[in-house]
């Protein structure tokens, strides 16, 4: 079923640009945002935040690359093999840590894609942020490790830079984990989390942070992040001698390839219903979009990945990394859509897991 997406932004007006943004799905003519669901933007009004606004920047997430060595049925990145050209160059790579250096107020640096580590530069970048004192997040599936021996050292490599690892994993089971991520994915993935045990991640004392993240399967929530992570600690324990630190229960939103899902099932309009009613006012102070600035391959800026997936680039005059105004930024609108409820369903959902 072919999906087509396109934006519509009001332009400037004299110095301010508007933050009434509206992104439209549209399949067959139909209008997805659907009247029939309050706008997430009256809710939040509701609580008295109107403008939506910002608290800081401090976490610079960068989607280094859609070139990834997997196809996830989840992926809102639509990331996978055929995504050869959606690299960051070295020269756009260099402005990041320009702008990593000259903002003291970045304490982090989130680097995701597709497979980061497929990047060419990707270690140079690793050393760099590192040097500069920045905490580093790989967010890597697993996978890549296993998928040619050049990646072999990577646990070596993460370690020696001290790079909080964060990782995608299905579930503790073969069945569950293929079905959403491929053939050979599981078993692949539990080699990868060995050899990173074996380098000290996820061992106390250590010091190297290895998270795990969980996505549902279906068109339905996760459930509690806690019950889910003990369940995992003691089942990947028990069967791999696997240890982690935590895991992150990260609510799918209806973009890319699961919004492609939910409409072939003819989910879409349960579930963002099942968001709608799952609002909870609680997660709203610590949605990422409120302390993170995302940066598309190309350079772009936007205010969240899933708002980068959807072409809403951040409500301010500075666009892209080449005009990146940190002032500026801090006293932007951010742009909203009706996807924003999955963020705020049930405990929460961002990057790093629920938010209340």
Partial sequence: MAIKQKTKSLTAKGSQLSDTF???NVLNGKDLSDAKFPKFSERLAEQGHKPFKPIDI??????????????????????????KR???NREDLERCVEIIAATPSITTVDITGGAPEMNPHFRWFVEQCTALGKQVID????TIIMANPKYRDLPEFLAEHKVHVISSLPYFSKKRTD????????EDSIKALQLLNEVGYGKPGSGLKLDLVFNPSGAYLPGK?????????????????????QLYAITNLPVARFLDYLLETGNYEEYMQKLVDAYNPATVEGLMCRNTISVSWDGYLYDCDFNQMLDLKVAAKGQHISTFDAA???SRNIVLNQHCYGCTAGAGS???GTVA
């Fill in 139 to 142: 967010r890597c599936n697993l």
């Fill in 350 to 352: 961002s990057c790093s």
């Fill in 86 to 88: 959606e690299n960051m």
């Fill in 22 to 24: 509206i992104q439209l």
């Fill in 58 to 83: 401090e976490i610079f997430q960068l989607n280094i690359g859609k070139l990834c060595n997997q196809t996830c049925a989840h992926c809102h990145v639509d990331a996978g093999p055929d995504k």
């Fill in 179 to 186: 079905g959403q991520r491929g053939d050979g994915v599981f």
């Fill in 328 to 330: 500026e930024l801090r």
């Fill in 225 to 245: 992040q806690e019950t889910l992570e003990a369940e995992f600690k003691r089942q990947l324990d028990r069967k791999f001698g696997i240890v982690f630190n």
